[in-house]
């Protein structure tokens, strides 16, 4: 299975951006659906975004439908998640998280965080 490593994350005030990117491992990367999860401390995990190997088909949690941007280059291995207008309650650990089988989606609940994830800090 891809190895991802997460990065991007930091400390934004309300109405900010930040841009996350995912870096897979090897030529598999290409391969797998990927979704982007994120925990709030004392939270359970939370899905934000899935996209497909090809990156022509993803989906968003109504939480940050309409504010965040999920693309994936193919070419360079990455994957990214552009968040726009952050608010505090999307302060958490995000990470990215394949699917445990190459070309195939999965459901959210199949998956478990991998590697360290990045943090983001919505405050003033």
């Known amino acids: 299975q891809v190895q991802l490593v997460e990065s991007g994350g930091g400390l934004v005030q309300p109405g900010g951006s930040l841009r996350l990117s995912c870096v897979g491992s090897?030529?598999?990367?290409?391969?797998?659906?990927i979704y982007w999860a994120r925990q709030a401390p004392g939270k359970l995990l939370e899905w934000v975004s899935f996209?497909?190997?090809?990156?022509?088909?993803?989906s968003y949690s109504a939480a940050v439908e309409g504010r965040f941007t999920m693309s994936r280059d193919n070419a360079k291995n990455t994957l990214y998640l552009q968040m726009d207008d952050l608010k505090p309650e999307d302060t958490a650990l995000y990470y990215c998280?394949?699917?445990?089988?190459?070309?195939?989606?999965?459901?959210?609940?199949?998956?478990?965080?991998w590697g360290q994830g990045t943090q983001v800090t919505v405050s003033t």
């Open positions: 998280i394949a699917c445990p089988r190459p070309n195939r989606g999965c459901a959210f609940a199949e998956i478990r965080p």
């Open positions: 090897g030529s598999a990367f290409r391969d797998y659906y």
């Open positions: 996209i497909n190997a090809g990156g022509e088909m993803w």
